[in-house]
């Protein structure tokens, strides 16, 4: 049995949660035989599942070896001896034996189980029906999901549609275009059923937005440029907007505003029990973490002269930030030199509570500008230049720079590939999207990686699940 995929009931199954769905529960666990009895067992397993993405599987180690490091937008950082199995990650020379693989697949079912739960238990409570639906669409909306970041990295893998009656959890692989049905299923569902907004205390939950959001990004993978095209006409009109201060959209302070989709919020409250070390591995080392993920040089040069997101998103040792903080190398002469700026939290406030390092830096999963870049590249593909480059110059002038005016199809899609990596830098998307436009070992071989094309655009299934499977899980081709 595959045990990897299974969370341990009874850390979910807890009572008495503070009104905040972020926070995680102090009170004693009851049993499992007991819970999913009330309105607020229901509750409580749905705050759980949004407080499980602040785990290390879903915003550690795993989700920056993964998502980050592969691609030409980082280098491993810390110093050369720290955590050395992460060079194999930067140089495409790891293999399916590789613990991250195995922290990731584990993760990402870890938080499908916890969605399964809650559709499968939640239904027969007797409970406030909208609100029944509610918790229910923003499970289907976090399946979708957690199966979204799996398809990218592994390609098919087990579709676990419910909780098995024999408790086994040891099936086949599902194809690609079978995981992709299954999901788009699981966001279409939460998208009718989930909140345009939310008010007070509930901020920062699933919305019809984020369920459309990530569908628009789903078919953008799929290279289904009328769909895209027509979820992001819709999401442009929920309220969304880009915030006016790029560096200020990533400062504590202004969590959740009018440019957040989604986000994953990681709080240094006084038990230090909703803080997560996201910020805390890429922090500047020696200074504010542990200095993982630099900001490639290849990044730096990424940016056009003026771009004001160069400065708020690369921390160069020796400046000073508007906060005041001088960024320093730390004790050792082999640390970075650059750091990943949207993660700093200022000294003021970064040790709050006596937490993690950067405790307060959220995890922004999908921001406007995302579908702002994605319009601009359905409505390219779809042969609309001039609707492209109204979506492509609102996220250049918010960035200081002029607008372009190029119209030819293959100038303007390079363009627009241009402008999602120095938009999107350092947030998860820029290993992927060279995937998606077929051009990463064209672009990750000139940077002297050992990628394979054919091989690594989707990672190996952990030697660890296949063995557990006792071979029912088949490995992928070249691993």
């Known amino acids: 049995m595959k045990r990897e995929l299974i969370i341990t009931f009874l850390l979910m199954a807890t009572i008495g949660c503070n009104d905040d769905f972020l926070e995680i529960p102090l009170e004693d666990?009851?049993?499992?035989?007991?819970?999913?009895?009330?309105?607020?067992?229901?509750?409580?397993?749905?705050?759980?599942?949004?407080?499980?993405?602040?785990?290390w599987f879903t915003s550690g180690f795993p989700y920056t070896g993964v998502l980050q490091i592969p691609s030409d937008d980082s280098d491993k950082g810390s110093?050369?001896?720290?955590?050395?199995?992460?060079?194999?990650?930067?140089?495409?020379?790891?293999?399916?034996?590789?613990?991250?693989?195995?922290?990731?697949?584990?993760?990402?079912?870890?938080?499908?189980?916890?969605?399964?739960?809650?559709?499968?238990?939640?239904?027969?409570?007797?409970?406030?029906?909208t609100l029944k639906t509610r918790l229910l669409a923003e499970a289907r909306f976090f399946r979708g999901y957690h199966y979204f970041n799996l398809v990218r990295a592994f390609g098919g893998v087990p579709i676990y549609d419910t909780l098995p009656e024999d408790g086994v959890y040891n099936i086949p692989r599902n194809s690609v275009d079978e995981v992709y049905d299954f999901l788009i299923a699981d966001l279409v569902a939460a998208a009718e059923d989930l909140p345009v907004s939310y008010s007070g205390e509930d901020i920062g939950r699933a919305t019809r937005g984020a369920a459309k959001g990530f569908l628009a990004k789903v078919y953008m993978y799929r290279g289904d440029w009328t769909?895209?095209?027509?979820?992001?006409?819709?999401?442009?009109?929920?309220?969304?907007d880009l915030f006016p201060d790029y560096y200020q959209l990533f400062r504590p302070e202004n969590e959740f505003n009018v440019e957040s989709i989604f986000?994953?919020?990681s709080i240094a409250d006084a038990g230090c029990l909703g803080d997560?070390?996201?910020?805390?591995?890429?922090?500047?080392?020696?200074?504010?973490?542990?200095?993982?993920?630099?900001?490639?040089?290849?990044?730096?040069?990424?940016?056009?002269?003026?771009?004001?997101?160069?400065?708020?998103?690369?921390?160069?040792?020796?400046?000073?930030?508007?906060?005041g903080d001088l960024i320093t190398a730390g004790n050792n002469p082999d640390n970075p030199t650059r750091y990943n700026q949207k993660v700093y939290i200022p000294e003021a406030q970064h040790r709050r509570n006596n937490c993690r390092q950067n405790a307060d830096a959220n995890l922004k999963i999908l921001r406007f500008a995302d579908i702002l870049l994605m319009n601009a590249e359905a409505n390219n593909e779809l042969g609309n230049a001039?609707?492209?480059?109204?979506?492509?110059?609102?996220?250049?002038?918010?960035?200081?720079?002029?607008?372009?005016?190029?119209?030819?199809?293959?100038?303007?899609?390079?363009?627009?590939?241009?402008?999602?990596?120095?938009?999107?830098?350092?947030?998860?998307?820029?290993?992927?999207?060279?995937?998606?436009?077929?051009?990463?070992?064209?672009?990750?071989?000139?940077?002297?990686?050992?990628?394979?094309?054919?091989?690594?655009?989707?990672?190996?299934?952990?030697?660890?699940q296949i063995n557990l499977s006792n071979g029912v899980l088949v490995q992928n081709p070249g691993y």
Do not use: C
């Open 263 to 265: 986000e994953v919020q």
């Open 29 to 55: 666990a009851v049993p499992a035989e007991e819970f999913f009895a009330t309105q607020e067992h229901a509750l409580e397993a749905t705050n759980q599942m949004y407080a499980y993405q602040i785990e």
């Open 227 to 240: 769909q895209v095209l027509s979820l992001t006409e819709e999401v442009k009109g929920l309220g969304f």
């Open 79 to 129: 110093n050369p001896g720290d955590a050395a199995f992460l060079n194999d990650f930067n140089n495409f020379t790891f293999n399916s034996s590789a613990f991250l693989f195995d922290n990731y697949w584990t993760g990402q079912f870890r938080g499908i189980n916890f969605a399964n739960q809650i559709l499968v238990n939640v239904p027969g409570i007797n409970m406030d029906e």
């Open 386 to 464: 001039s609707a492209a480059l109204e979506s492509l110059n609102r996220i250049r002038n918010r960035a200081g720079l002029a607008d372009i005016s190029v119209t030819d199809q293959n100038d303007l899609r390079t363009a627009i590939w241009r402008e999602r990596r120095v938009e999107l830098a350092l947030e998860g998307d820029r290993f992927l999207d060279l995937v998606r436009q077929g051009r990463a070992g064209e672009v990750l071989k000139a940077h002297g990686t050992q990628f394979t094309d054919g091989v690594h655009e989707i990672f190996p299934i952990p030697q660890n």
């Open 276 to 323: 997560s070390q996201y910020g805390q591995h890429q922090g500047v080392r020696g200074q504010f973490g542990w200095g993982f993920n630099s900001p490639s040089e290849d990044l730096v040069n990424a940016y056009e002269p003026g771009d004001l997101r160069m400065d708020a998103t690369i921390l160069f040792v020796g400046e000073t930030t508007p906060e």
